[in-house]
Each structure stands twice: as structure tokens, then as C-alpha cells.
């Protein structure tokens, strides 16, 4: 519990802001990144990005099933982001603000 | 492609509330006529089959006056119908706790120090998490570090909060709860099967606590369905990080090897089978729906784009495996699985609730939870399709059937186990008849929950997924003995009572009364006799000990018979009585 997650958390942020082309490889990413509809994979943040923990943003994504799905990924890695910041700020509070 | 779609529906629509019963009014007369014939059977006394109930259904025996006037016949009668009744108990009894809690109020000066420290009893997970994320952006937005040090500062004591309000709230429902009361106890079994730990999952730990009370009537698979979806499993298990390309195989291990199979041998599955099960289990994350600017409802969501669709073959390879196919996802026209691919999931927790490694273990543990052992025939009975059934276990008939055992009621069982910590602290209060006003109180639920952590269990916060031990035995009671004056440093003796000339004593009179008697016993012709008798009467009107067993105990002898080694410290002989009756052997077990 106490183990750091910063490394991994910044690995997600990272990949996160990057969008879809910078997935890790990976058969959603292999197949994303090999299609034109890749284009069409806009995230669009109506709040300042997660850095510090931010919530999973709102997203909103035109265009075909692919780029849904590109989207929904890049909502699955916020959560995950999101989650671990949690924790991360958690332990943080419990170092030692009063 | 209708079924599907409505399994991804599923997925999106609110948990179902339970509302199976553990005892439907059509079985209740021939389980009450059971009931009745095996406590003829029994080689215990009517004595002793009501505390053994007390002890196994509930958490211990509330004093009383006795003799019971009431005979043999009619004293089972009521036994059996009280087990009965607790069986078909609702929640909603327990909902009242929560709103006392929430009412409770500290006097601060600290404007920023939360008074209401047990509001989160009775907020909603929604609530929970919203008031961390508004603080959380209010921090994030803070242009000064005194005045981000001082939101942190009170998000630390909102944490602080939640998790002792998990605590405390899950003490009081077990300190509130009726004398018999089995599907409290059963709450309890789950709650630690199915473990999570509040430092982990803080917001999520109290709806979890109640969603898992909600369905100990319903069947397994309900029950490990609602786990497996639920953000506070997902967090403290990780599985809400597991994706096809990062994979998470904890929630996997311990949903193979402490929630189904229980098989930390490998005979019903392999290493590679926690892979790919967690591979089956990729993409069921935690979503955080907005519906206003400041309200965020965390829930169960299916990630299909992040889900690992290949078909796989399950549990073939080991020794006693039984194949699981699960095919491979539904893809759209781009070849990404569909939302109904979270079906794959549901399909392997259909095939381990049905499963028999899994029915034996949760008979198992539910044996031993009610008779203290398993023998391999009972188990095997209870796991087939006659008590279990075939459609993901049915728990009522499950307990059912182990409360109707024979052996549940025979000299085999009765005082053979150990009380863990939780059931010591609550049934020393409820031995001496505290009553349900001073419960919910702070200073009583802190000290309590520091006397269980005193004794081994960090309670609703237990950090191994294993949960607490139901088997061991906790302590000695030479070592309970020790601790006695920290444990029992808030008993309150004073509804204790002694029948004397038709007059109920209590607290200084009662004290009184028994310093004349002891004083008179040292002036009688057998000193030891006349204090053994009036032990005896203690032990039996005022306690409830069935007989004078309690005269075994050695420390009584040190303490009561001898007034004069009663030393300064103890506030009343009362006192002093009652507090080496509950550190005896006999009432550490039941």
C-alpha cells in the first residue's frame, strides 16, 4: 500500500495525454494505430488534465465505432490514472498534514 | 444477440436488491418441528442449548432472571422459533444504527475539524466520494500552499472519518443485534470471506459492508458477482488497473484461491489459469459518472476496449480441472469486443459459484463458522444438488441444512470453539446487559474497537485478503486475563441483577448485599461452602453460566471467594466478579 505509484501513475498520464498512437503495443493498439480512423480519435477536456490527480475527463469523440473505442480506452487508463492518484494523495495526507 | 444485449444492460443498471429470504414462510413450520426434535436429542440441557444458540447464532446470552419458569417443552418451542425468526430478519432494523451514528456530535473549537465524525455511517457511496473530489479540486485550485496544506489537512480528517465510521458502524450493527440473530453473524462471515481493507478502499468500504448484508439470503453467485463488480473489491484487489495490455492478476489469485475454489494446492486450477482468468476479467473498471458539478457516482463499468477478447480454455490443464470455454468476445466491424463481452466474466463467476471445489469450500467455512468443524461427509452433503442447488448456490437452504445437523446441537459442538476478538468485546458487553442507548456512542465504539485490535483483528480493515481467522484460537486466557482491566475497562455492571426476597438488586446495592453475604459466609461454619453457593448464584442468576461450571474457573476462587485478596482498583466485588467470569475459559468459548 505504501509503495510508491508514481512511477506507474505517470506512465498512464503519460500515455494518456499522448492519446491512442503512444499505446503500449498491444492488439487494441496495433489495430488503432493501423487504421484512418485514428484521426478521428479527439479527446476533447473540458477540465485542466490530471496531473495532479485529475478526474477522468469528460470526453466526447466523433466518428466510427474505432474511434469509440479509442476513446473508451483512453477512459478506462483516466480511471485507472484517477484511481492511483487517489491513492498516491491518500498516502500522501497520512505523512502528515494536519 | 438479444441475450447478449441484455446482459450488457445488465451491467448498466443498478445492483438488484435482494430480496431472497434464508427462511420462506412455506418451510417454516417442519424447520421449526426439526428444530424441536433435535433438542429432545441432544445430550445438552435446555441450559445449554440456549446459550450454545446465543453463543453460535448471535453474540452470547443477555442476562436474565432465572430460574425460567417456563417449561422444557415450551423453552425449545421458543428457542426454535427464535432461531426461525432470525433467519427471516430484514436489514432494516440495522438501518437505524446508521442514522444514530450519523447523528452524533463532537464539541470542536477547529472550525475545520468535522463534529459529525460518524455522518459517512449514513451517506451513500456517491456522497462519500463527491465530498473527496470536490475537496480534491478545491486543492488542486488552491493558489497558496497554507491554503492547500489546509484543505489536505481536512481531507485527511474526512478520510479519518470515513474509515472509523466503516469500523464503528460495522461494531454497532454486531452490538445492537438481536440475541439471536444469524444472518448478523452470517453479514459478519462474509463481510471477512469476501475481505477488503478500508485503508485501501475508503469511500467504497460501507456500501460494500451493506451490499454484501443485503444478499446473505440470496445465492453465492449473487454474492461473488456483487463482490467482483464492486469499486471497493476492484480497488483493493486492483483488478479496476487490469487491462488486455497491463494486466492485473491479483483480484484473479485470490478470487480462485479464497472466494471459489479455496485450493491453495492447485488441483482445480494452474498458475496459467490466474492469468487467464485475469485475462477474462480485463476491462472491469470503475467509472465516475458526473451528474452535477458536484455529485460523482462511482460505479461498475465494463471497459470493452480495454477488455482482452481472445477465447481461452480454462482450467483443463490441472490435475482436477474441469474445462471452461469461454469464446472469444464479440467484435464489432473494427474488430474491437462489443460491451456484451463483459458476459465472459459473468460466465466464469457462473462456472465458479456452481463449481464443486467451490461448493465445498464455502460449505467448509460455513461449517466451521456454525459447528466449529467439517467432517468431509457433512461438506460433501451440503455441497450437492440437493442443499446447494444448481443455480449458484442457495444459501438459505445451505444454512438451513447445517442448523438442522444433529451434531449442531450435540455436546460435540457445544463450547468448542474460540471466540475471535469481535465476538469476545460484543458479548462481554452484552453478558452484562449494556444497554443499546450507551452503544452508540463515541468513546464506547473507539474503546471497543481498540480492545479488538488489542486482541488481533484491525477490524473492517484487516489488510490480508485471507480475511481474519475463524479456526485458531486468538488467546490464551491467561493472556485474556492480562488484558482484562483495558478490555473490560467500560463494562457497565449496572443492569445486572440478583433476585433477593422478591426484589431485584442492582449496582450498589447488589454490591452491598454481597460484601454482607461474604461476611457472613466468613462467619459461618464452612466458610468455602457458603461461598461457593453464593458464587453459584451469581453465576447462574445474574450471568446466566449454566450450572456452577463458572466454580472451575481457578481465578474465581482468587478473586471472589477470597474477598480478602480482592485488592483496591476494582470499583465494586461486582465488578471484580464479572470481570473474571468473562476472562474464564468457558466464557472465551462458545
Known sequence: MRRSLLPTTALFLGLFLAGCEELPNGPEATELADTEDLATCTVTRTEAPPELGGAPPPISVEGSPRASACAELNDHLASIAHIR???????????GVE | MRRLLALSLLTVLPAIEASAQCLPDSLRSSFESQLVSLFAASDLDIDQLEAHAHDRLGFGLRPGNTPDTRTVAERRAALAAGIADSLGLANEHRNNVDEALAALRLTSSNPDVPTDIYRHADTTMTESYSELEV???????????????????????????????????????????????TT???????????????????????????????????????????????PAMSM???????????????????????????????RFYRQNDVRNVARVLTGWGIGFQELDRDTFRPRFQFYAASHDGAAINLFNSAPQGVLLRVPAAAMNSNNIPTSAAVSRGELLLDYLANHTATRNNICRKLAIRLHGTAPADLVSACAANGVWGNGGGDLGAVYRFLLTRPRMWNAETYQRKDKNPIELIVSAHRRTGRAADTIITVPFLRLSLKSIEMLGIHYTDVGPPTGYEDENIWRSAGEIFRFTPILFANLDTSALGLRVNNRVLRGADLDTFLRAELNAAAASANPSVARRTLAARLSTEVLRYPSNSLLTVPSIEGTFLYPDRVSGGDPTLMRSFVETALASRQFLRK
Do not use: P
Request: hydrophobic letters at 40%.
Open chain 1, 85 to 95: 492518484a487517489l491513492f498516491e494523495d491518500e498516502m500522501l495526507d497520512e505523512g
Open chain 2, 135 to 181: 475537496l480534491r479540486r478545491r486543492i488542486r485550485a488552491a493558489t497558496n500552499q497554507t491554503e492547500r496544506d489546509r484543505l489536505r489537512g481536512l481531507r485527511n480528517r474526512v478520510l479519518s472519518s470515513i474509515r472509523e465510521s466503516t469500523a464503528s458502524r460495522a461494531l454497532a450493527q454486531l452490538m445492537v443485534s438481536r440475541s439471536l440473530d
Open chain 2, 184 to 230: 448478523a453473524v452470517l453479514g459478519e462471515f462474509w463481510a471477512n470471506h469476501f475481505n477488503i481493507s478500508s485503508t485501501k478502499s475508503t469511500w467504497a468500504a460501507i456500501d460494500y459492508q451493506k451490499t454484501l448484508s443485503r444478499r446473505a439470503c440470496g445465492t453465492f453467485r449473487e454474492l461473488l458477482t456483487a463482490s467482483a463488480k464492486h
Open chain 2, 236 to 266: 483493493y484487489l486492483d483488478n479496476f488497473s487490469s487491462t488486455a495490455n497491463a494486466i492485473n492478476e491479483n483480484y484473479a489469485r485470490e478470487l480462485l484461491e479464497l472466494h471459489t475454489f479455496g485450493d491453495d494446492r492447485l
